[in-house]
């Protein structure tokens, strides 16, 4: 499993930075939803499932976490701690957000509405799916 991190162009005029990102440019779809995540403890824990269909894009605004990949065959942790960098969650990739700076705020840009039907919540289901796919 490789990660896809995307890295925006940031623009330093000497009185600060700015990031813009737009849907189908700088980021590979249309942007439907955007929703950000602050207020975290260093011990919160979130996230704990995986997406049917959704792909998200989450870039660390403010501080820093990090980020369990798991594809159903192999866990990898990744730190998001770049403000001009974001990772992409495709779908059917169980995800767990820990370790937050007091300073996190994390953003994420989304590819469709909110549905919870499109959420799988519990691991063995995942798992389950992943096996019922390879076969
Ligand atoms: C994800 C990770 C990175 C809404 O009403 N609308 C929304 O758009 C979202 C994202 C959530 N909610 C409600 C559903 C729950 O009652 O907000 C509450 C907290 O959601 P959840 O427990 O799913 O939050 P996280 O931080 O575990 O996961 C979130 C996203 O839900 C999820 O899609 O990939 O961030």
Same mark, same amino acid.
């Given at each position: 499993m490789t990660p896809t991190w995307i890295d925006f162009k940031t623009h330093n005029d000497g009185d600060g930075s700015l990031v813009a990102i737009e849907g189908?440019?700088?980021?590979?779809?249309?942007? =439907?939803?955007?929703?950000?995540?602050y207020g975290t403890e260093p011990a919160s824990v979130r996230g704990f499932h995986a997406h049917r269909q959704l792909t998200q894009i989450t870039v660390p605004v403010s501080g820093a976490c990090d980020m369990l990949f798991d594809d159903g065959k192999t866990k990898i942790?990744? =730190?998001l701690n770049r403000r001009n960098r974001g990772l992409v969650i495709p779908p059917m990739i169980?995800?767990?957000m820990s370790n937050f700076s007091p300073d996190c705020v994390l953003m994420?840009?989304?590819?469709?509405?909110?549905?919870?039907a499109d959420y799988i919540r519990q691991y063995a289901d995942f798992l389950r799916h992943i096996q019922s796919k390879s076969q």
């Open positions: 189908g440019k700088t980021i590979p779809f249309d942007i =439907r939803r955007v929703y950000y995540i942790s990744l =730190r169980w995800h767990e994420v840009l989304a590819d469709a509405a909110y549905d919870e």
